[in-house]
């Protein structure tokens, strides 16, 4: 791998190919960006030198070789219509008229779209809380309306999915600790499983997108692959995959197919072929014993690894039929057992660092004999959260909030399901 000086850096940099912190972890893919702030974390973590099998794109390489004396200006420059789409490098994912057409977009609207989810302005967390809970619920009346269009109608509005797609990701991105969160009571309805499933998986593949740094573009393509990865569900019985009993091998068989009919569909109507192949390949695992197609590594999309390992974690920790629903904290250590390495490793990481060990929302006992919920994650250490004392409040009224460390206030264990529930009606009186 080449590597390249962290001081060297400069904001808006793009590389020809994946850009790495080390061996394994993906700083920045292949033709993005590089943003600000990225750079700034690398420098506060005392990071010295990042590596990539690529190096600048072409118009990079010519900045800094002739225009080193001027880059407080270039870092300002935002690319147009006009630069050439190789240096983008994004041809192999067939999205080259989506990034054209999603990433240029006017500053007026991208500002209009964030303003329209940006709570910040909303200091009480219960009443933050509500509103993005109310907005979640927005979200998933949609997707409902979307699936129950294809099923009476056979039609999917595609134009206005890639539009809500996208304001998923811009509202995930701007309310990310509270949307993880969520947890609307018409999940719990087994004829809603379909569009929970989608729509939680949505949202957790966003918060891996951003943790891997993805452009806009890729992350409304991987949300809309999400939202409708099991629309081919509609196609085949409904007691397969809301049946209480264990299925026969032709049953299973069938059920297997929904991945090659929600392909099928979606190519007919001409959606493009890395959203196609998302849907296709997300039973796909790494060691080859997947399905359809039974392919492998570094044959699977990105995107379709990507759903794979969110669609486990939320089939862990979602309520169904035939099973009750695990915490976040046993979905986490499952997948990172990832014992017969189904799994993209780093995607896996990548999930780890975007919830941390114990997940936004869970309920642990700390090592000073209080209770503690956690509220955010610790982009330096995952198995040490931010979390808010239960019952306690500073001067402000605000819940006192604690970052926990390995040497400092630790997390002793996750509290099992009585616990949390005990808790959270105490929780209430207070």
Known sequence: MNSFKVLELKENNRFTDDLFLDNTFLLLTRGSALPKGTIQALKDWQFTEVYSNGNFSVSDRALMENQKHVSS???????????PIEDVSMEDMGIKELVSVTDKISSTGASDIESRYDFSHISDDT???SVVQNVYNEFWNFILDIYTRYATHRTIDMELLSKKAKELCIFVKANRRYVLQVHPSCDNEPKNFLIAHSLRSAVLAITVGLQLHMTVSKMTELATACILHE??????????????RQLSPVEKNLLNTHPIISYTILKEMDVPLSICLAVLEHHEKEDGTGYPRHISRDKISLYAKIIAVVCSFEAITAHRTYKEAASSFEAIVELLKNQTKQYDELVIKALLYSL????????????????????DVNPENP????????????????LVTIKTSDTGLR????LNKQEQADIVEVAKTL
Not at 76 to 83: A, G, H, M
Not at 231 to 244: D, F
Not at 411 to 414: A, E, H, L, N
Request: proline letters at 6%.
């Open 73 to 83: 200006v270039t870092a300002k420059v935002t690319p147009s219509l006009s630069t």
């Open 127 to 129: 009443h933050r809380m």
């Open 231 to 244: 629309i081919g569900m509609i196609r085949l019985p409904s007691q397969l995959y809301l049946s209480r």
């Open 356 to 375: 941390s060990l114990f997940p936004v929302g869970s309920y642990v006992f700390l090592s000073n004999g209080k209770i503690g919920r956690v509220s």
């Open 383 to 398: 198995k040490c959260p931010i979390v808010q004392l239960v019952g306690e409040r500073d001067e402000d009224g605000n």
């Open 411 to 414: 997390i002793i264990r996750v």
